[in-house]
């Protein structure tokens, strides 16, 4: 049976959203509300060819759903709200208690916000979006679909810190991981594109964004992966440092009187290809900065891949072998240099590209006698949200049928 989806994305001050018909998976419009909170908050609204933009004053969530529930109408997307059958809610943080998607209840919505100790920026935000959509469209149901919950079948060995035990038995100091949905949608994809269940390989997934995480999956369930406790661990990405000795922070902590939130804030928005090259976050920008001359931009292009081989690396030995090295986010399905950079040499491993192939984003760009397949792959979080709206959300309603 066919269902409108909604998949909805909500951020500290934005608001993201794709309206899906599943199973096809076509898409009927996108958008997107920036600068949710002033006054010149902006509204996109993309059907096909044709886009509809506003700059407006948005003062909260609640109003940048109501506004666009109503442009939805207004431009004859939909003909009423309750042609709207199910809504995906993307969540950061599903912490232990969420293995899976999980249809909204008041239970499970108190409990996305009880886990916002563990994501203060984020479940929030997630949880208030929930609650707004539910108001507005009472008839559908709604899933909550975490970043987490794809990690949750690391073992001990992946998933604690070597720290004093209390700091996870009572806080829940562990890695969780991120872009879950993403490791799993390109992976059960690429499962596809070989013709191979992907529950007889060995993958490692690279999701190079302005985020950036590794994903070592063995047949079909993640075994280890780059972030960590907060998204800010694991790799070096756009403005976040990755990995660094711990004892930096208290170290800058007692020399420069630096805050714990201000010490957040140079981890998180001052480092990565941004703090090293001092010339952008952005990877295309820095890699015009590097082919102009600028040293610093070079390095921080050769710091981004090496960091990613080092992880490619230790998920190779946990894996005991590779069979696929998937590529996605806009870096990894875009950049044939960065995905250059990451593979070079490692004929030892049995895995080499083909330049041409790799020059035009291929699906498939190992070369013919590379043993390991390597493969770029367009990541679809929106979709898998849906898809798991209509696996989780009418469940039940079938059920009753029954
Ligand atoms: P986010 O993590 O915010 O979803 P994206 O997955 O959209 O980010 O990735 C953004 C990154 O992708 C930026 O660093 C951008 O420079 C890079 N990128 C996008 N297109 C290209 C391209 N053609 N070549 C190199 N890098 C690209």
Not at 287 to 306: C, K, T, V, W, Y
């Amino acid at each position: 049976m066919s269902r409108t989806i909604m998949a909805v994305n909500a951020g500290s001050s934005s608001l993201k959203f794709q309206l899906l018909v599943l199973p096809a998976g076509t898409v009927l419009c996108q958008g997107l509300i920036e600068r949710i909170g002033l006054s010149d908050a902006v509204f996109t609204l993309r059907q096909g060819e044709q886009k509809w933009q506003e700059t407006r004053a948005i003062a909260s969530h609640h109003e940048a759903a109501s506004l666009l529930l109503e442009k939805l109408l207004e431009h004859q997307i939909i003909a009423s709200l309750s042609a709207i059958d199910g809504v995906g809610h993307r969540v950061a943080h599903g912490g232990e208690a969420f293995k899976d998607s999980a249809l909204i209840t008041d239970e499970a919505l108190a409990e996305i916000e009880r886990l916002a100790e563990l994501a203060p920026l984020h479940n929030p935000v997630n949880a208030a979006g929930i609650r707004i959509f539910r108001q507005a469209l009472p008839h559908a149901p709604a899933v909550a679909v975490f970043d987490t919950a794809f990690h949750q079948t690391l073992d001990q060995g992946a998933f604690v810190y070597p720290l004093p035990w209390r700091y996870y038995a009572e806080m829940g100091i562990r890695r969780y991981g991120f872009h879950g949905t993403s490791h799993k949608y390109v992976s059960h994809l690429l499962a596809e594109k070989l013709g191979v269940p992907l529950s007889a390989l060995r993958v490692v997934s690279c999701h190079l964004g302005n985020g950036s995480s590794l994903c070592a999956i063995k047949g079909g369930r993640s075994v280890n992966t780059s972030m960590g406790f907060t998204p800010q661990s694991g790799v070096m990405m756009g403005t976040r440092s990755g990995d660094i000795d711990p004892s930096i922070l208290p170290w800058m902590a007692l020399r420069e009187g630096q805050t714990p939130q201000q010490l957040n804030a140079l981890l998180n928005n001052e480092s990565g290809l941004l703090g090293v090259s001092g010339v952008s976050h952005d990877y295309r920008d820095v890699e015009q900065a590097a082919d102009a001359g600028n040293p610093r931009a070079a390095l921080a292009l050769s710091l981004f891949a090496e960091r990613i081989r080092a992880t490619i690396g230790q998920y190779v030995m946990q894996l005991g072998g590779i069979d696929a090295l998937l590529f996605t986010g806009g870096i990894g399905e875009n950049s044939a240099r960065a995905r250059e950079a990451i593979c070079r040499d490692l004929h030892f491993l049995g895995l080499e590209l083909d330049e041409e192939k790799n020059q035009y984003s291929a699906t498939f760009i190992q070369s013919e006698r590379s043993i390991v397949k390597v493969a770029v792959i367009n990541t679809n979080e929106e979709l898998m949200i849906a898809r798991d709206v209509m696996r989780i959300g009418f469940v039940q309603a079938t059920e009753e049928v029954q």
